[in-house]
C-alpha cells in the first residue's frame, strides 16, 4: 500500500484544499494519507468524508510546531491515530494557534507602517480553511513570484530572517507535552523530519515520554540522516514513517506521494 503520511492543507500552511490533494492523491495510487496540518485537527471530518468518497484511508493526523528550551532549536511532532477531537491536543495548541495569528497580524501592520502594499484580498482568500494567518499568506499578498524564485526569497530573508523588521517569532510548545498530549488522546507521536531540523539530540528525552515512531523519508532528508534514523529507531524500539510533507504551492515543487511510508510503518496505523 502506498501511504503519504505528511500532507498539508488549507487548513494550516498549506497551499490547496483537502479535495485537490486527494484528487492528486488518487492520480497518484496513494492508498492512505495523513493531513497533518500545523497545530490544528479541524481537517479531519472532511478528509475523512472526502477520502472515503474517493477509496483512500485516512490516518487522523497533525504536526505540533514545538521546541527543544534544553538546546534552544525548533522541533516538530507528528502525530497519528489519535481519537478525534483530541482533546488534550486542542487544549495545547489551541493557545498556540491564537499567538501565531496575534503575530502575524503584527507582521501585516508592521509592513504596511514601512510603506509595504499589502493586497487585503488576496490575504483572506490565502488562509482558505483555517483562521489562523501564516506567513505564507502573508507573502501571497506581497508578491506573485513562485516560492523557490530568486524574487520571493530575496523580499522572504529581507522580511522574515536576520535582521528583517517581521524577524520576530512566537513562543512554541514543549516538545515533551507535545509527545505528552498525542499520548493522552491515544495517538502515537512521532519525530518529524529530525535531518531537516537536527533535533536527534532530543530524542532520548521524548522516548521517556512516550515517542513511538521517527520520521525517516522525508525531502529533505539525506541518505546520512536516514542511515541515523534508522539506527536510533533500531536503538530505542521506534517505528520508522514518512511522506511528501506536501505544501502545494507553499514549498518546494513536489506531488503527493513523492516520499512515502515504509511498509511496516502501515501496520501500527491500520
Avoid at 96 to 104: K, T
Amino acid at each position: 500500500m502506498k501511504a503519504d503520511l505528511h500532507v498539508h492543507s488549507d487548513y494550516s500552511d498549506g497551499y490547496d484544499s483537502i479535495e485537490t490533494i486527494l484528487d492528486q492523491a488518487k492520480k497518484n495510487g496513494v492508498e492512505m494519507i495523513s493531513f497533518v496540518d500545523h497545530d490544528t485537527t479541524d481537517a479531519y471530518p472532511a478528509a475523512e468524508k472526502f477520502a472515503k468518497e474517493r477509496g483512500i484511508i485516512i490516518v487522523p493526523g497533525i504536526e505540533i510546531s514545538a521546541y527543544d528550551f534544553k538546546r534552544n532549536r525548533k522541533v516538530h511532532i507528528l502525530g497519528y491515530n489519535y481519537n478525534y477531537p483530541a482533546v488534550h491536543i486542542g487544549e495545547l495548541c489551541g493557545e498556540l494557534l491564537r499567538r501565531r495569528d496575534d503575530h502575524s497580524w503584527i507582521q501585516v501592520e508592521t509592513l504596511i507602517d514601512h510603506g509595504y502594499t499589502i493586497r487585503t484580498s488576496k490575504l483572506k482568500k490565502s488562509k482558505g480553511e483555517q483562521p489562523t494567518l501564516y506567513k505564507q499568506h502573508i507573502m501571497e499578498s506581497l508578491t506573485d513570484a513562485p516560492y523557490g524564485s530568486a524574487e520571493y526569497k530575496t523580499l522572504y530573508r529581507a522580511l522574515f530572517k536576520g535582521n528583517g523588521i517581521c524577524a520576530s517569532d512566537i513562543e512554541y510548545i514543549d516538545a515533551n507535552l507535545a509527545v505528552k498530549a498525542i499520548k493522552a488522546d491515544g495517538g502515537l507521536p512521532v519525530l518529524a523530519h529530525p535531518g531537516q531540523l537536527d533535533s536527534f539530540d532530543i530524542i532520548p528525552e521524548l522516548v521517556k515520554n512516550g515517542l513511538a515512531g521517527l520520521e525517516i523519508n522525508h525531502p529533505d532528508h539525506s541518505e546520512e540522516d536516514q542511515h541515523r534514523i534508522k539506527s536510533l529507531a533500531e536503538q530505542y524500539g521506534l517505528f520508522l514513517t514518512g511522506g511528501s510533507d506536501y505544501h502545494g504551492n507553499y514549498w518546494i515543487p513536489l506531488e503527493v506521494g513523492h516520499n512515502l511510508a515504509p511498509e511496516h510503518a502501515l501496520r501500527r496505523l491500520v
